[in-house]
Protein backbone atom coordinates (compact mmCIF):
# COMPACT_ATOMS: atom_id res chain seq x y z
CA UNK A 1 0.00 0.00 0.00
CA UNK A 2 1.38 3.47 -0.88
CA UNK A 3 0.33 6.56 0.90
CA UNK A 4 3.62 7.59 2.51
CA UNK A 5 4.80 10.58 3.28
CA UNK A 6 7.25 10.04 -0.04
CA UNK A 7 4.28 9.61 -2.20
CA UNK A 8 3.88 12.27 -5.09
CA UNK A 9 0.19 12.49 -5.78
CA UNK A 10 -0.96 15.37 -8.11
CA UNK A 11 -4.45 15.24 -9.50
CA UNK A 12 -4.56 17.62 -12.10
CA UNK A 13 -8.38 18.89 -12.88
CA UNK A 14 -10.90 21.67 -13.92
CA UNK A 15 -13.11 22.88 -10.62
CA UNK A 16 -16.60 22.30 -12.59
CA UNK A 17 -16.07 18.62 -13.72
CA UNK A 18 -18.06 15.68 -11.97
CA UNK A 19 -15.29 12.90 -13.23
CA UNK A 20 -12.82 15.22 -11.53
CA UNK A 21 -14.86 15.36 -8.29
CA UNK A 22 -14.94 11.83 -7.95
CA UNK A 23 -11.38 11.78 -7.50
CA UNK A 24 -11.45 14.35 -4.47
CA UNK A 25 -14.26 12.38 -2.95
CA UNK A 26 -12.50 9.22 -3.21
CA UNK A 27 -9.12 10.88 -1.81
CA UNK A 28 -10.96 12.67 0.82
CA UNK A 29 -12.30 9.40 2.02
CA UNK A 30 -9.13 7.97 1.76
CA UNK A 31 -7.47 10.48 3.97
CA UNK A 32 -4.83 11.01 1.13
CA UNK A 33 -3.22 14.35 0.95
CA UNK A 34 -2.61 15.91 -2.81
CA UNK A 35 -1.21 18.42 -4.75
CA UNK A 36 -4.09 19.74 -7.04
CA UNK A 37 -3.45 21.68 -10.18
CA UNK A 38 -6.33 23.24 -12.04
CA UNK A 39 -6.47 23.02 -15.58
CA UNK A 40 -7.43 25.60 -18.06
CA UNK A 41 -9.44 23.93 -20.57
CA UNK A 42 -9.39 26.30 -23.42
CA UNK A 43 -5.30 26.20 -22.85
CA UNK A 44 -3.94 23.06 -21.62
CA UNK A 45 -0.81 22.69 -20.45
CA UNK A 46 1.26 20.49 -21.74
CA UNK A 47 1.70 18.13 -18.35
CA UNK A 48 -2.31 17.30 -19.43
CA UNK A 49 -1.11 16.68 -23.07
CA UNK A 50 2.03 14.08 -22.48
CA UNK A 51 0.08 12.80 -19.30
CA UNK A 52 -3.11 11.86 -21.30
CA UNK A 53 -2.20 12.20 -24.83
CA UNK A 54 -5.61 10.30 -26.13
CA UNK A 55 -8.24 11.59 -24.59
CA UNK A 56 -6.55 15.08 -23.68
CA UNK A 57 -8.88 15.23 -20.37
CA UNK A 58 -9.00 15.93 -16.92
CA UNK A 59 -9.17 14.09 -14.51
CA UNK A 60 -5.51 12.98 -14.37
CA UNK A 61 -3.64 11.28 -11.53
CA UNK A 62 -0.10 11.77 -11.56
CA UNK A 63 1.14 9.01 -8.66
CA UNK A 64 5.17 9.40 -8.45
CA UNK A 65 5.38 10.02 -11.55
CA UNK A 66 2.99 7.82 -13.57
CA UNK A 67 -0.15 9.49 -14.97
CA UNK A 68 -3.66 7.56 -14.42
CA UNK A 69 -6.50 8.83 -16.42
CA UNK A 70 -10.40 8.08 -16.96
CA UNK A 71 -12.21 8.69 -13.57
CA UNK A 72 -13.34 5.06 -13.01
CA UNK A 73 -9.60 3.96 -13.68
CA UNK A 74 -8.29 6.61 -11.19
CA UNK A 75 -11.09 5.02 -8.16
CA UNK A 76 -9.72 1.92 -8.83
CA UNK A 77 -6.17 2.27 -8.91
CA UNK A 78 -6.86 4.73 -5.84
CA UNK A 79 -8.86 1.62 -3.85
CA UNK A 80 -6.11 -0.71 -4.74
CA UNK A 81 -3.20 1.42 -3.84
CA UNK A 82 -3.72 3.67 -0.90
CA UNK A 83 -4.98 2.55 2.81
CA UNK A 84 -8.23 3.59 3.77
CA UNK A 85 -11.78 2.11 3.93
CA UNK A 86 -12.16 0.27 0.31
CA UNK A 87 -14.66 1.81 -2.11
CA UNK A 88 -15.60 -1.29 -3.51
CA UNK A 89 -17.14 -4.15 -1.65
CA UNK A 90 -15.09 -6.72 -0.63
CA UNK A 91 -17.30 -9.69 -1.93
CA UNK A 92 -17.04 -10.06 -5.51
CA UNK A 93 -20.61 -10.26 -6.76
CA UNK A 94 -21.34 -7.06 -4.10
CA UNK A 95 -18.35 -5.65 -6.14
CA UNK A 96 -19.73 -6.86 -9.74
CA UNK A 97 -23.17 -5.29 -8.62
CA UNK A 98 -21.17 -2.22 -7.69
CA UNK A 99 -19.40 -2.05 -11.04
CA UNK A 100 -22.24 -2.67 -13.12
CA UNK A 101 -24.17 0.66 -11.11
CA UNK A 102 -21.33 2.44 -11.40
CA UNK A 103 -20.83 2.25 -15.11
CA UNK A 104 -24.85 2.62 -15.89
CA UNK A 105 -24.20 6.20 -14.11
CA UNK A 106 -22.01 7.30 -16.51
CA UNK A 107 -23.48 5.32 -19.99
CA UNK A 108 -27.29 6.30 -18.95
CA UNK A 109 -27.16 9.58 -17.17
CA UNK A 110 -23.23 10.95 -17.49
CA UNK A 111 -23.70 10.38 -21.34
CA UNK A 112 -26.58 12.31 -22.04
CA UNK A 113 -25.84 15.07 -19.76
CA UNK A 114 -22.77 15.85 -21.36
CA UNK A 115 -24.98 15.67 -24.69
CA UNK A 116 -27.43 18.78 -22.58
CA UNK A 117 -23.99 20.22 -22.21
CA UNK A 118 -23.40 20.51 -26.10
CA UNK A 119 -26.69 21.04 -27.41
CA UNK A 120 -27.58 24.18 -29.22
CA UNK A 121 -31.24 24.68 -28.11
CA UNK A 122 -33.25 24.28 -24.57
CA UNK A 123 -35.50 22.28 -26.42
CA UNK A 124 -32.67 19.57 -27.79
CA UNK A 125 -31.49 19.77 -23.94
CA UNK A 126 -34.54 18.95 -22.93
CA UNK A 127 -34.84 15.57 -24.96
CA UNK A 128 -31.74 14.48 -23.36
CA UNK A 129 -32.59 15.30 -19.94
CA UNK A 130 -35.53 12.81 -20.42
CA UNK A 131 -33.37 10.60 -20.99
CA UNK A 132 -31.67 11.19 -18.07
CA UNK A 133 -35.25 10.90 -16.32
CA UNK A 134 -35.63 7.83 -17.56
CA UNK A 135 -32.48 6.50 -16.77
CA UNK A 136 -32.84 7.62 -12.81
CA UNK A 137 -35.81 5.77 -12.75
CA UNK A 138 -33.81 2.58 -13.04
CA UNK A 139 -31.24 3.64 -11.24
CA UNK A 140 -34.09 3.64 -8.12
CA UNK A 141 -33.95 -0.14 -8.12
CA UNK A 142 -30.43 -0.12 -8.07
CA UNK A 143 -30.45 1.12 -4.95
CA UNK A 144 -32.94 -0.83 -3.72
CA UNK A 145 -30.35 -3.52 -4.72
CA UNK A 146 -27.34 -2.05 -3.47
CA UNK A 147 -28.59 -1.62 -0.03
CA UNK A 148 -30.51 -4.79 0.63
CA UNK A 149 -30.23 -6.11 4.17
CA UNK A 150 -28.10 -3.36 4.56
CA UNK A 151 -29.98 -2.16 7.63
CA UNK A 152 -31.11 1.03 5.71
CA UNK A 153 -31.45 2.43 2.22
CA UNK A 154 -29.07 5.45 2.37
CA UNK A 155 -26.32 4.52 0.45
CA UNK A 156 -25.23 2.31 -2.47
CA UNK A 157 -22.53 0.81 -0.34
CA UNK A 158 -24.87 -0.32 2.41
CA UNK A 159 -24.50 1.57 5.73
CA UNK A 160 -21.52 3.95 4.41
CA UNK A 161 -20.33 5.47 1.32
CA UNK A 162 -19.52 3.04 -1.21
CA UNK A 163 -17.55 3.26 -5.25
CA UNK A 164 -21.14 4.01 -6.42
CA UNK A 165 -21.83 6.77 -4.14
CA UNK A 166 -18.88 8.59 -4.90
CA UNK A 167 -19.50 8.31 -8.99
CA UNK A 168 -23.04 9.22 -8.36
CA UNK A 169 -22.21 12.15 -5.97
CA UNK A 170 -19.97 13.85 -8.35
CA UNK A 171 -23.43 14.50 -9.99
CA UNK A 172 -24.81 15.82 -6.83
CA UNK A 173 -24.10 19.95 -7.36
CA UNK A 174 -25.34 19.30 -11.20
CA UNK A 175 -28.52 17.41 -9.65
CA UNK A 176 -29.72 20.28 -7.71
CA UNK A 177 -28.57 22.86 -10.82
CA UNK A 178 -30.63 20.93 -12.85
CA UNK A 179 -34.26 22.24 -10.60
CA UNK A 180 -33.13 25.90 -10.96
CA UNK A 181 -31.67 25.55 -14.95
CA UNK A 182 -34.37 23.95 -16.64
CA UNK A 183 -37.07 22.50 -13.58
CA UNK A 184 -35.81 19.32 -14.06
CA UNK A 185 -36.63 16.97 -11.03
CA UNK A 186 -34.21 14.12 -11.29
CA UNK A 187 -34.38 12.89 -8.25
CA UNK A 188 -37.68 13.30 -6.56
CA UNK A 189 -39.83 12.00 -3.76
CA UNK A 190 -42.72 11.13 -5.37
CA UNK A 191 -41.42 9.12 -8.79
CA UNK A 192 -37.71 7.60 -6.94
CA UNK A 193 -38.13 8.19 -3.07
CA UNK A 194 -34.81 6.24 -2.27
CA UNK A 195 -32.73 8.63 -4.33
CA UNK A 196 -34.39 11.50 -3.10
CA UNK A 197 -33.66 10.12 0.57
CA UNK A 198 -30.00 9.57 -0.61
CA UNK A 199 -29.22 12.99 -1.91
CA UNK A 200 -30.41 14.72 1.21
CA UNK A 201 -28.10 12.37 2.98
CA UNK A 202 -24.88 12.82 0.55
CA UNK A 203 -25.56 16.58 0.90
CA UNK A 204 -25.50 16.37 4.94
CA UNK A 205 -21.83 14.74 4.58
CA UNK A 206 -19.00 16.57 6.04
CA UNK A 207 -17.06 14.79 2.82
CA UNK A 208 -20.05 16.51 0.18
CA UNK A 209 -19.45 19.63 1.89
CA UNK A 210 -15.63 19.64 2.12
CA UNK A 211 -15.50 18.89 -1.65
CA UNK A 212 -18.80 19.41 -3.94
CA UNK A 213 -19.58 22.91 -5.78
CA UNK A 214 -21.52 25.30 -4.97
CA UNK A 215 -24.77 24.86 -6.74
CA UNK A 216 -25.05 28.66 -7.31
CA UNK A 217 -21.46 28.52 -9.19
CA UNK A 218 -22.96 25.47 -11.32
CA UNK A 219 -25.75 27.23 -12.10
CA UNK A 220 -23.79 30.39 -13.55
CA UNK A 221 -21.26 27.75 -14.98
CA UNK A 222 -23.73 26.31 -16.97
CA UNK A 223 -25.65 28.68 -18.46
CA UNK A 224 -22.31 30.29 -19.76
CA UNK A 225 -21.93 27.32 -21.31
CA UNK A 226 -25.39 27.40 -22.83
CA UNK A 227 -24.85 30.88 -23.72
CA UNK A 228 -21.54 30.14 -25.34
CA UNK A 229 -23.27 26.95 -27.30
CA UNK A 230 -26.72 28.91 -28.33
CA UNK A 231 -23.58 31.46 -29.96
CA UNK A 232 -22.33 28.29 -32.11
CA UNK A 233 -18.55 28.77 -29.87
CA UNK A 234 -17.50 25.68 -30.32
CA UNK A 235 -14.78 25.29 -27.01
CA UNK B 1 -11.82 -19.43 -4.87
CA UNK B 2 -14.74 -20.67 -6.60
CA UNK B 3 -14.99 -22.83 -9.62
CA UNK B 4 -15.56 -26.71 -7.30
CA UNK B 5 -17.29 -29.39 -8.87
CA UNK B 6 -20.74 -28.26 -7.04
CA UNK B 7 -20.18 -24.39 -8.57
CA UNK B 8 -23.38 -23.54 -11.21
CA UNK B 9 -22.18 -21.82 -13.81
CA UNK B 10 -24.25 -20.76 -16.76
CA UNK B 11 -23.73 -18.32 -19.18
CA UNK B 12 -26.37 -16.85 -21.37
CA UNK B 13 -25.10 -16.15 -24.63
CA UNK B 14 -25.71 -15.43 -28.23
CA UNK B 15 -22.81 -17.13 -30.98
CA UNK B 16 -22.62 -13.64 -33.13
CA UNK B 17 -21.79 -11.33 -30.22
CA UNK B 18 -17.94 -10.54 -29.38
CA UNK B 19 -19.55 -9.45 -25.76
CA UNK B 20 -20.29 -13.00 -25.43
CA UNK B 21 -17.17 -14.02 -26.70
CA UNK B 22 -14.99 -12.47 -24.25
CA UNK B 23 -17.12 -14.15 -21.78
CA UNK B 24 -16.30 -17.53 -23.48
CA UNK B 25 -12.84 -16.59 -23.90
CA UNK B 26 -11.99 -15.69 -20.29
CA UNK B 27 -13.74 -19.46 -19.50
CA UNK B 28 -11.22 -21.08 -21.65
CA UNK B 29 -8.35 -19.24 -19.98
CA UNK B 30 -9.16 -20.21 -17.00
CA UNK B 31 -10.47 -23.40 -17.46
CA UNK B 32 -13.91 -23.23 -16.09
CA UNK B 33 -16.47 -25.17 -17.26
CA UNK B 34 -19.78 -24.07 -18.14
CA UNK B 35 -23.47 -24.62 -18.80
CA UNK B 36 -24.06 -22.18 -22.45
CA UNK B 37 -27.89 -21.21 -23.02
CA UNK B 38 -28.02 -20.19 -26.80
CA UNK B 39 -30.46 -16.81 -26.94
CA UNK B 40 -33.13 -16.25 -29.36
CA UNK B 41 -32.93 -12.13 -29.66
CA UNK B 42 -36.19 -12.15 -30.95
CA UNK B 43 -37.59 -13.77 -28.40
CA UNK B 44 -35.74 -13.69 -25.45
CA UNK B 45 -35.90 -16.23 -22.31
CA UNK B 46 -38.33 -15.24 -19.26
CA UNK B 47 -34.98 -16.13 -17.40
CA UNK B 48 -32.61 -13.51 -19.78
CA UNK B 49 -35.34 -10.91 -19.26
CA UNK B 50 -35.23 -11.44 -15.34
CA UNK B 51 -31.69 -12.11 -14.98
CA UNK B 52 -31.06 -8.40 -17.12
CA UNK B 53 -33.65 -6.24 -16.19
CA UNK B 54 -32.12 -3.34 -16.84
CA UNK B 55 -30.59 -4.07 -20.27
CA UNK B 56 -32.16 -7.39 -21.06
CA UNK B 57 -29.22 -8.22 -23.00
CA UNK B 58 -26.67 -11.21 -23.43
CA UNK B 59 -24.15 -11.69 -21.59
CA UNK B 60 -25.42 -12.60 -18.54
CA UNK B 61 -23.71 -14.73 -16.25
CA UNK B 62 -25.44 -16.90 -13.98
CA UNK B 63 -23.19 -17.74 -10.95
CA UNK B 64 -24.39 -19.91 -8.42
CA UNK B 65 -28.49 -18.77 -8.91
CA UNK B 66 -26.92 -14.88 -8.86
CA UNK B 67 -26.68 -12.96 -12.43
CA UNK B 68 -23.81 -10.87 -13.44
CA UNK B 69 -24.48 -8.34 -16.42
CA UNK B 70 -22.02 -6.33 -18.96
CA UNK B 71 -18.97 -8.10 -20.53
CA UNK B 72 -16.36 -6.00 -18.50
CA UNK B 73 -18.29 -6.41 -15.32
CA UNK B 74 -18.52 -10.13 -15.97
CA UNK B 75 -14.78 -10.58 -16.85
CA UNK B 76 -13.72 -9.17 -13.55
CA UNK B 77 -16.04 -10.94 -11.80
CA UNK B 78 -14.26 -14.17 -13.32
CA UNK B 79 -11.23 -12.82 -12.58
CA UNK B 80 -11.86 -12.14 -8.90
CA UNK B 81 -13.48 -15.35 -8.47
CA UNK B 82 -12.14 -18.60 -10.61
CA UNK B 83 -8.68 -19.82 -10.28
CA UNK B 84 -6.47 -19.38 -12.77
CA UNK B 85 -4.01 -17.15 -14.45
CA UNK B 86 -5.36 -13.62 -13.93
CA UNK B 87 -6.53 -11.79 -16.62
CA UNK B 88 -5.29 -8.08 -14.76
CA UNK B 89 -2.11 -7.50 -14.19
CA UNK B 90 -0.80 -7.56 -10.29
CA UNK B 91 0.34 -4.55 -10.26
CA UNK B 92 -2.16 -1.70 -9.33
CA UNK B 93 -0.56 1.05 -12.50
CA UNK B 94 -0.38 -2.00 -14.57
CA UNK B 95 -4.20 -2.95 -13.65
CA UNK B 96 -5.19 0.86 -14.54
CA UNK B 97 -3.26 0.76 -18.18
CA UNK B 98 -5.30 -2.31 -18.70
CA UNK B 99 -8.40 -0.59 -17.75
CA UNK B 100 -7.84 2.40 -19.65
CA UNK B 101 -7.53 0.96 -22.56
CA UNK B 102 -10.20 -2.15 -22.37
CA UNK B 103 -12.79 0.93 -22.17
CA UNK B 104 -11.28 2.25 -25.08
CA UNK B 105 -11.59 -0.57 -27.30
CA UNK B 106 -15.76 -0.48 -25.97
CA UNK B 107 -16.27 3.26 -26.31
CA UNK B 108 -13.86 3.98 -29.04
CA UNK B 109 -14.15 0.72 -31.09
CA UNK B 110 -17.13 -0.95 -29.80
CA UNK B 111 -19.56 1.61 -29.31
CA UNK B 112 -19.30 3.24 -33.68
CA UNK B 113 -19.01 -0.26 -34.38
CA UNK B 114 -22.56 -1.17 -33.23
CA UNK B 115 -24.19 1.57 -34.53
CA UNK B 116 -22.29 0.75 -38.05
CA UNK B 117 -23.93 -2.32 -37.47
CA UNK B 118 -27.52 -0.23 -36.83
CA UNK B 119 -26.79 1.99 -40.27
CA UNK B 120 -29.56 1.89 -42.73
CA UNK B 121 -26.90 2.74 -45.71
CA UNK B 122 -23.51 2.00 -46.80
CA UNK B 123 -22.46 5.53 -46.32
CA UNK B 124 -23.92 5.93 -42.58
CA UNK B 125 -21.74 2.54 -42.07
CA UNK B 126 -18.86 3.94 -43.81
CA UNK B 127 -18.90 6.99 -41.64
CA UNK B 128 -18.35 5.42 -38.92
CA UNK B 129 -15.94 2.68 -39.77
CA UNK B 130 -13.44 5.87 -40.79
CA UNK B 131 -14.20 6.49 -36.88
CA UNK B 132 -13.10 3.38 -36.25
CA UNK B 133 -10.32 2.95 -37.99
CA UNK B 134 -9.25 6.29 -36.20
CA UNK B 135 -9.40 4.89 -32.69
CA UNK B 136 -7.42 1.54 -33.90
CA UNK B 137 -4.67 4.45 -35.11
CA UNK B 138 -4.31 5.28 -30.64
CA UNK B 139 -4.99 1.72 -29.81
CA UNK B 140 -1.39 0.85 -31.64
CA UNK B 141 -0.19 2.91 -28.83
CA UNK B 142 -1.72 1.13 -26.34
CA UNK B 143 -0.14 -2.08 -27.50
CA UNK B 144 3.56 -0.31 -27.40
CA UNK B 145 2.60 0.84 -23.93
CA UNK B 146 1.32 -1.88 -22.49
CA UNK B 147 4.33 -4.36 -23.87
CA UNK B 148 6.78 -2.28 -22.89
CA UNK B 149 9.81 -3.79 -21.38
CA UNK B 150 7.71 -7.17 -21.64
CA UNK B 151 10.16 -8.91 -24.21
CA UNK B 152 8.05 -8.84 -27.58
CA UNK B 153 5.42 -6.86 -28.27
CA UNK B 154 3.17 -9.93 -29.11
CA UNK B 155 0.02 -9.26 -26.33
CA UNK B 156 -1.23 -6.61 -24.36
CA UNK B 157 -0.43 -8.78 -21.54
CA UNK B 158 3.33 -8.74 -22.38
CA UNK B 159 4.02 -12.49 -22.98
CA UNK B 160 0.96 -13.90 -22.57
CA UNK B 161 -2.73 -12.97 -22.97
CA UNK B 162 -4.40 -10.85 -20.20
CA UNK B 163 -7.83 -8.53 -20.00
CA UNK B 164 -7.22 -5.89 -23.15
CA UNK B 165 -6.27 -9.28 -25.60
CA UNK B 166 -9.32 -11.00 -24.32
CA UNK B 167 -11.40 -7.55 -24.85
CA UNK B 168 -9.90 -6.88 -28.26
CA UNK B 169 -9.57 -10.74 -29.11
CA UNK B 170 -13.74 -10.78 -29.07
CA UNK B 171 -13.75 -8.40 -31.88
CA UNK B 172 -10.93 -10.56 -34.17
CA UNK B 173 -14.08 -12.55 -36.53
CA UNK B 174 -15.21 -9.03 -36.92
CA UNK B 175 -11.77 -6.99 -37.49
CA UNK B 176 -11.37 -10.21 -40.69
CA UNK B 177 -15.11 -9.75 -41.76
CA UNK B 178 -14.32 -5.88 -42.11
CA UNK B 179 -12.23 -6.64 -44.88
CA UNK B 180 -14.59 -8.75 -47.31
CA UNK B 181 -17.76 -6.38 -46.15
CA UNK B 182 -16.52 -3.08 -46.89
CA UNK B 183 -12.40 -3.47 -47.54
CA UNK B 184 -11.77 -1.70 -44.55
CA UNK B 185 -8.42 -3.20 -43.44
CA UNK B 186 -8.46 -1.99 -39.51
CA UNK B 187 -5.06 -3.44 -38.58
CA UNK B 188 -3.10 -3.23 -40.89
CA UNK B 189 0.86 -3.80 -41.70
CA UNK B 190 2.12 -0.20 -42.87
CA UNK B 191 -0.39 1.77 -40.78
CA UNK B 192 -0.34 -0.44 -37.39
CA UNK B 193 1.97 -2.71 -37.27
CA UNK B 194 2.10 -4.10 -33.82
CA UNK B 195 -2.02 -4.69 -34.23
CA UNK B 196 -1.51 -6.30 -37.25
CA UNK B 197 1.02 -8.82 -35.70
CA UNK B 198 -1.14 -9.28 -32.47
CA UNK B 199 -4.20 -10.12 -34.88
CA UNK B 200 -2.05 -12.62 -36.43
CA UNK B 201 -0.38 -14.16 -33.63
CA UNK B 202 -3.66 -14.37 -31.42
CA UNK B 203 -5.56 -16.36 -34.68
CA UNK B 204 -2.89 -18.97 -33.81
CA UNK B 205 -3.91 -19.27 -30.22
CA UNK B 206 -5.78 -22.62 -29.37
CA UNK B 207 -7.73 -20.29 -27.51
CA UNK B 208 -8.87 -18.82 -30.78
CA UNK B 209 -9.48 -21.69 -32.55
CA UNK B 210 -11.66 -22.84 -29.68
CA UNK B 211 -14.10 -20.35 -29.07
CA UNK B 212 -14.08 -17.28 -32.07
CA UNK B 213 -16.42 -17.29 -34.20
CA UNK B 214 -15.95 -19.04 -38.24
CA UNK B 215 -15.26 -15.24 -40.27
CA UNK B 216 -17.60 -16.64 -43.35
CA UNK B 217 -20.42 -17.40 -40.59
CA UNK B 218 -20.06 -13.04 -39.33
CA UNK B 219 -20.04 -11.96 -43.26
CA UNK B 220 -23.14 -13.91 -43.57
CA UNK B 221 -24.41 -12.33 -40.49
CA UNK B 222 -23.21 -8.99 -41.23
CA UNK B 223 -25.10 -9.12 -44.66
CA UNK B 224 -28.42 -10.39 -43.11
CA UNK B 225 -28.29 -7.82 -40.64
CA UNK B 226 -27.44 -4.69 -43.47
CA UNK B 227 -30.07 -6.38 -45.42
CA UNK B 228 -32.59 -5.99 -42.73
CA UNK B 229 -31.67 -2.50 -41.28
CA UNK B 230 -32.20 -1.47 -45.30
CA UNK B 231 -35.35 -2.35 -45.44
CA UNK B 232 -36.08 -0.71 -42.34
CA UNK B 233 -36.97 -3.83 -40.31
CA UNK B 234 -36.51 -2.47 -36.15
CA UNK B 235 -35.45 -5.57 -34.24
Not at 34 to 62: G, Q, T, W
Not at 86 to 99: K, Q, S
Not at 157 to 177: E, Q
Request: hydrophobic residues 45%.
Amino acid sequence: MAGGVADEVKLLGHWGSPFVTRVKLAFHLKGVSYEYAEEDLHNKSELLLRSNPVHKAVPVLIHNGRPICESQVILQYIDETFDGNLLLPADPHERAVARFWAAYIDNEMGAPWEKAYRARTAEERAEWMKQIVAAVDALEGGLRECSKGKGGFFFFGGGGVGYVDVVLGSLVPYVHAAVVLSGDRLFDAGRTPLLAAWLERFGELDLAKAVLQDVDKVVEYSRAIYARNAAGVTS
